[in-house]
């Protein structure tokens, strides 16, 4: 079976990158990185990049043994174990009990699994890769990889990009930015905004990829809950290391992972005594999609604006789009907190705001 578009976990993506990486790593970064950082710099020799070689699995000369193994957890999942790997370290129903055992919902069963050699990850994934994923299949290695980086490590991150193709982030792919939760929490589209952060940018901005940066912390957040607190943080910028909050978000997108939107509903009746400025507080936890819509009564020609949290800021307008409404559609780019003003002009009578937010 072939794998398209393989997201490879990377050593390093270029020469450049990884001096820039490196320098900025002993500033900022936590001080238990900075050795496995040089490790996955220097431990293997290959040219330049990480290309990706979707038909390499089909063509492999590996076999494997193994298939679907039902764990301790009542759960299926199919893992492939490299016949290269020795059978007394290296069992599908090893690997299987280890996949049940992450932080995961119902999308285990859905991942075909393929255990390998380091060399046999890197015919199939690309020269400079410790494993990769794409669509339901993972490549990750079953034996010592480079000095103090684990096969698990390398399962864990994969295993992260296999939640995020089952999450949703609309109108963004979560394969990209990572999934809703932890994407609002880490702002990514505020940096990606302001050039900081390179959705699905596999070559030069590896480590500045939120879908990248999402799988690492997906590693963080599952190694934390097996007692683990090493905290390496070893390919990803260091402005995408998680806090609390961060760590908390993706444990929700994996456990409590969001499907849709909300609508609340305001009402407010504008009679002769009424204040003509009404402010609608619009709590935005999570970035996506905004509408609004403002139903008024016939003779009124009220003005809508959504508004910023320092109530001054006008970020845009509502225009009409039929005889008693008016809307208006954005999105949500970190802005935490919004309101919606209505002005009443014309007409007194019920005004009712319709509010769909992430």
Not at 69 to 95: K, M, N, Q, Y
Not at 207 to 232: F, H, K
Not at 246 to 263: F, I
Not at 308 to 323: E, K, L, M, N, P
């Amino acid at each position: 079976m072939a794998l398209p578009s393989l997201r490879p976990l990377a050593i390093f993506v270029s020469g450049a990158l990884l001096v820039v990486a490196l320098a900025v790593s002993a500033a900022e970064m936590p001080a238990a990185a900075t050795s496995s950082t040089a490790a996955y710099a220097s431990s293997i020799d290959a040219a330049p990049g990480t290309s990706l070689r979707p038909a390499r699995l089909a063509r492999a000369a590996t076999t494997f043994r193994g298939g679907p193994v039902t764990t301790s957890t009542g759960e299926t999942v199919d893992v492939r174990v490299s016949d290269t790997l020795p059978l007394e370290t290296s069992t599908p129903e090893g690997w299987a009990e280890f996949l049940t055992g992450l932080t995961h919902g119902p999308e285990v069963t859905l991942l075909t699994t393929y255990i390998t050699t380091l060399d046999e990850v890197q015919d199939i994934c690309g020269s400079r890769a410790l494993g990769c994923y794409s669509r339901d299949q993972m490549v990750a290695p079953g034996d010592a990889t480079v000095p103090d980086v684990s096969p698990e490590e390398v399962v864990r991150h994969e295993y992260g990009h296999h939640v995020a193709m089952h999450r949703l982030n609309s109108p963004w792919a979560a394969i990209d930015w990572g999934p809703k939760e932890w994407a609002s929490a880490a702002d990514v589209c505020a940096r990606t905004y302001r050039k900081e952060a390179f959705p699905g940018d596999e070559g030069s901005n590896y480590a500045r990829n939120p879908g990248e940066a999402w799988a690492e912390v997906y590693r963080l957040m599952d190694e934390r809950r097996a007692g683990i607190v090493t905290a390496t943080w070893p390919i990803i910028a260091p402005s995408f290391y998680p806090d609390e909050a961060a760590l908390l978000a993706a444990e929700r997108a994996v456990l409590q992972p969001w499907s849709t939107g909300k609508t609340t509903l305001f009402t407010r009746v504008f009679g002769k005594k009424t204040k003509k400025v009404w402010w609608v507080p619009l709590p935005t936890p999570l970035d996506g999609d905004l509408r609004i819509s403002v139903t008024v009564p016939n003779g009124a020609n009220p003005e809508v604006a959504l508004v910023g949290a320092d109530r001054r800021t006008v970020i845009r307008r509502a225009q009409w789009v039929g005889q008693r409404v008016k809307r208006l559609t954005g999105s949500i780019c970190g802005q935490r907190s919004l309101f919606v003003r209505v002005t009443q002009s014309g007409a007194l009578g019920r005004v009712r705001v319709s509010a769909a937010t992430p």
